[in-house]
């Protein structure tokens, strides 16, 4: 209550004076009715300060709240207009030269696609994101960025190996920011994909991997996690083998029944 009637005197003398400030405190307003879960004054607000920055030309400006208008939409599941307000924000900031806050809006236009299992067109955005955070040397977002890609990849569950490629392309560009959770986070993914398909070595090496990383990192629970997963994996690799030996003798079995059956007719 406070905030809000800090920002309602705000308000008032911005409009008195007409300045710059009016569509920054519409714009903040907006914001702490969207932190009081009153979404309809957001929007309201937001609508307010895009008019103001337009009314100025403001690009960035404008740029902020479209994108900020499609998060509301996005949050509300209202997606069609979520993707007009982020392709509006996208050209906005493009004008203004801000490319790493364009490229956060291909990453949250391909979140929308991907979330509707729109694969392709997901992936599309993710990569256009990647070429623009590129350009700002923005490394650990196009490390995110190639590892929401692996993650549809991997859902789609025929395409394992893009799905590691930009796995092993993630895991290259955290290497050069330092982020070991993330190391170890996309080496258990790998390691999954490769538990699957009943590949155990494979599986093992990437989980010893995942562990060492989190190790480095001086996480305990995910350290934990991934040294009852290597347990895990051995006993399932164990039962295979089990299973196998057990299901030999019944197909040779079978075998001699099938000619014993074949001799008889």
């Known amino acids: ?104 809006v291909h990453q949250r236009i391909g979140s929308i696609w991907a979330f509707n299992q729109r694969h392709k067109a997901a992936v599309e955005s993710y990569e256009q994101a990647i070429e623009y955070f590129e350009q700002t040397e923005s490394w650990g977002n196009v490390a995110n960025t190639h590892k929401c890609i692996a993650e549809i990849y991997q859902q789609q569950g025929n395409e394992d190996e893009l799905a590691i490629e930009n796995y092993l392309r993630a895991v290259e560009i955290y290497a050069k920011v330092e982020q070991q959770l993330e190391i170890a986070d996309c080496y258990c993914l790998i390691a999954q994909i490769y538990r699957t398909h009943q590949e155990w070595g494979m599986a093992e090496e990437n989980f010893k991997a995942a562990l060492f990383h989190a190790t480095e990192a001086g996480d305990e629970n995910l350290v934990y996690f991934i040294s009852d997963s290597i347990e895990l994996l051995s006993k399932e690799q164990e039962e295979q083998i089990i299973a196998q030996k057990v299901s030999a003798p019944s197909s040779e079995k079978q075998g001699l029944w099938d000619k014993w059956m074949s001799w008889w007719k």
Not at 39 to 57: D, V
């Open 1 to 104: 209550k406070e905030a809000l009637k800090y920002y309602e005197q705000a308000l008032e003398w911005a409009k008195k004076t007409r300045t710059c400030h009016l569509g920054c405190t519409y714009h903040q307003m907006a914001l702490l009715f969207q932190q009081q879960n009153q979404s309809e004054q957001a929007l309201e607000y937001f609508q307010y300060a895009l008019e103001w920055h337009e009314k100025m030309k403001d690009a960035e400006g404008m740029g902020s709240s479209h994108d900020y208008l499609g998060r509301a939409y996005q949050e509300a599941k209202q997606y069609e207009k979520a993707l007009k307000h982020y392709q509006k924000a996208f050209d906005a900031y493009e004008q203004a030269d801000l490319w790493e806050a364009a490229a956060k």
